[in-house]
Nanobody, 117 residues
Framework: QVQLVESGGGLVQAGGSLKLSCQASGSIFSIDSMGWYRQAPGKQREWVATITRGRGGDTNYAASVKGRFTISRDNGKNTVYLQMNSMKPEDTAVYYC?????????WGKGTTVTVSS
């Protein structure tokens, strides 16, 4: 099992930036990829971005954030980041970190991001 702790959320004005962090611990060796998801009030949780754990560190983004958000990792620190730029009010949500393993998926408790207009 993998334990995940997110940090970096807060209040930002539209057009501003925030950087989220996700610290992983536990069965790190079992992780295939890590990602960020978000859940806005009254909406379902949606995928934001993913980065693979392999040497290539391949990344993928939801269309709504592509070009504005960047996912990255520091394997030495077992940490994944989400740099969010040009933020919009519709980015307001609780952001969750996810660690995908072969047979299971673990989640953090989330960090709240609020973008004011």
């Amino acid at each position: 099992q993998v334990q995940l702790v997110e940090s970096g959320g807060g209040l930002v004005q539209a057009g501003g930036s925030l950087k989220l962090s996700c610290q992983a611990s536990g069965s790190i060796f079992s992780i295939d990829s890590m990602g960020w998801y978000r859940q806005a009030p009254g909406k379902q949780r949606e995928w934001v971005a993913t980065i693979t754990r392999g040497r290539g560190g391949d990344t993928n983004y939801a269309a709504s954030v592509k070009g504005r958000f960047t996912i990255s990792r520091d394997n030495g620190k077992n940490t994944v980041y989400l740099q969010m730029n040009s933020m919009k009010p519709e980015d307001t949500a609780v952001y969750y970190c996810n660690a995908q393993q072969r047979f299971m998926s673990d989640w953090g408790k989330g960090t709240t991001v609020t973008v004011s207009s």
